[in-house]
């Protein structure tokens, strides 16, 4: 895939912000926004397993089990679980750890949460989509129910917006397409955050210190919808 110079050159201040940022955490949020607790789950207690990266592990939480892992786990009664994120992963560095260690608990719900170092690092599109489309292959033989998290709007950061960048918009939005196909022809759910991109400019708060991760609100709230896409889905009641 041929990217626009501008997205390019987008792509390459935000790793280096990334990079500068490290696993920075934010001061712990005066409010919380409560996450809708199911009140049974449709086909017995799950199991859940989280693969991702910083997002996942929970950077930007104060401590990390406010990531939105583990209050996704905390609100559908998990009785076993793992959060498989690994700081600073792309999608085929970490694919064989993180799969590995997926299938070893044999888990009936998995969220997967990959992109944005990826795209910082100048991964092809064509070839996240391919390794996308084997773990949702594998995890959807190890009949899993896997949940394919879109990214927010990169543009919609404030470390992205403070840097008067351009470009990330587009290449977010063509990202997030192809995970909705891939998710679609795999059998996985694609969870969309267009609605909590949306809130980032008006809830500062939901984005950490450095500008970039959730913070431990920001955590709060996406747990909040990934557990209401579960709902939708009809994998919660």
Same mark, same amino acid.
């Given at each position: 895939m041929t990217t626009r110079p501008a997205a390019s050159l987008a792509a390459f201040v935000l790793a280096s912000?990334?990079?500068?940022? $490290?696993?920075?955490?934010? &001061?712990?949020?005066?409010?919380? +926004?409560?996450? &809708?607790?199911?009140? =049974? +789950? =449709?086909?017995g207690t799950p199991v859940y397993a989280a693969l991702g990266a910083s997002e996942t592990? %929970?950077? $930007? =939480?104060e401590p990390i089990t406010r990531g939105y892992a583990y209050q996704v786990r905390d609100a559908i009664g998990s009785s076993a679980f793992a959060d498989l994120g690994i700081p600073g992963a792309r999608l085929g560095d970490a694919y064989q750890t993180e799969i590995a260690g997926a299938l070893a608990l044999h888990p009936t719900i998995c969220t997967v949460l990959f992109g944005v170092n990826d795209i910082r690092g100048g991964v092809n599109r064509d070839s996240f989509m391919a390794s996308l489309r084997d773990l949702v292959t594998t995890l959807g /033989?190890?009949?899993? /129910?896997?949940?394919?998290?879109? @990214? &927010? #709007?990169?543009?919609? @950061? &404030?470390?992205v917006v403070r840097a008067h960048l351009s470009g990330l918009a587009a290449t977010t939005a063509d990202w997030n397409a192809g995970m909705a196909t891939v998710a679609a022809q795999g059998g996985a759910d694609f969870l969309s955050l267009a609605t909590f991109s949306g809130e980032i400019a008006a809830h500062p708060e939901y +984005?950490?210190? #450095?500008g970039l991760h959730p913070s431990? +609100? %920001?955590?709060? /709230? @996406?747990a909040a919808v990934i557990v %209401?896409?579960? /709902?939708?889905?009809g994998v919660l009641h």
């Open positions: 912000m990334l990079a500068s940022c $490290g696993s920075s955490q934010a &001061p712990s949020p005066t409010a919380t +926004i409560p996450i &809708p607790t199911p009140s =049974a +789950i =449709a086909a592990y %929970g950077v $930007g =939480a /033989r190890a009949s899993c /129910r896997t949940f394919v998290i879109g @990214l &927010p #709007d990169l543009s919609q @950061l &404030p470390a +984005i950490s210190a #450095d431990t +609100i %920001g955590h709060t /709230r @996406l %209401g896409a579960m /709902r939708t889905a």
